[in-house]
């Protein structure tokens, strides 16, 4: 009777000492998985910040590192209209985001929207980038985006306005007026050449006036 009564305090023991064992280990593994994220480094962000970006992906609070996939980041990240590509990869407790930004070439000053070369955005982020005053004709706007498009984003924040001026030698002329001061007539063709806008003030030196990429390609002093 003692040897069955030890026996069956023996199993009960060896019972006891498993559950707290795999207790112990569970434990262990729901902490493990529940470790947070550490950090989160962005790159390749402009126009939206830092706080902007972990805002759409969802990650503000820093959640558990392994609950976090980089496609669905990236898909969330995606919806954004200033976004055009994301990849996201993960290190030791860390999440790697580098985007892809629209480039916005300018905003038109009577509806307020921004113009990108796929794409129009409605909100109220403001950007370095030129006001079109009035409108460009239906028929001339896609060479007018493409145009836009070529320029460098350093001369795109130097333009203040542009508006659509055609005259009796050419219907695809175009006005602008910079930040500093200076006016600029160019052709549709020719705006790749206001991407050397600060060379040519260098040779003009301190002085403002109209540049004249349409023909001639001058300066005249006011």
């Known amino acids: 009777m003692q040897k069955k009564k030890r026996r069956k305090r ?46 759409l992906a969802e990650l503000e609070d820093y959640p558990s590192y392994f609950s976090v996939f980089g496609i669905i980041i990236e898909n969330k990240l995606k919806k954004s209209p200033y976004v055009s590509d994301a990849k996201v990869s993960k290190g030791l407790l860390t999440v790697k985001i580098t985007i892809k930004e629209e480039k916005v070439l300018y905003v038109e000053k ?78 549709v063709n020719k705006f790749n050449k206001l991407n050397k806008y600060d060379t040519i003030l260098e040779n003009v030196g301190k002085q403002n006036g109209t540049l004249y990429l349409d023909y001639g390609d001058y300066f005249e002093v006011k």
Not at 28 to 41: C, E, G, L, M, Q
Not at 46 to 54: G, M, N, R
């Open 110 to 187: 009577e509806t307020g929207k921004k113009i990108t070369s796929s794409s129009e955005i409605k909100d109220d982020k403001i950007l370095c980038v030129p006001y079109l005053v009035g409108e460009v004709p239906s028929d001339k706007k896609e060479r007018f985006i493409k145009a836009m498009g070529k320029l460098n984003k350093n001369i795109l924040c130097q333009m203040s306005e542009i508006k659509y001026d055609p005259n009796e030698i050419d219907n695809d002329r175009y006005y602008v007026f910079m930040n500093d001061g200076n006016s600029v007539y160019l052709t």
């Open 10 to 55: 023996l199993r009960i023991g060896r019972l006891f000492l498993l559950l707290l064992i795999i207790g112990a280990v569970s434990f262990a593994f729901v902490k493990f998985v529940d470790i947070p994220i550490r950090s989160i480094t962005i790159k390749g962000n402009e126009i939206l910040t830092d706080k902007e970006v972990i805002e």
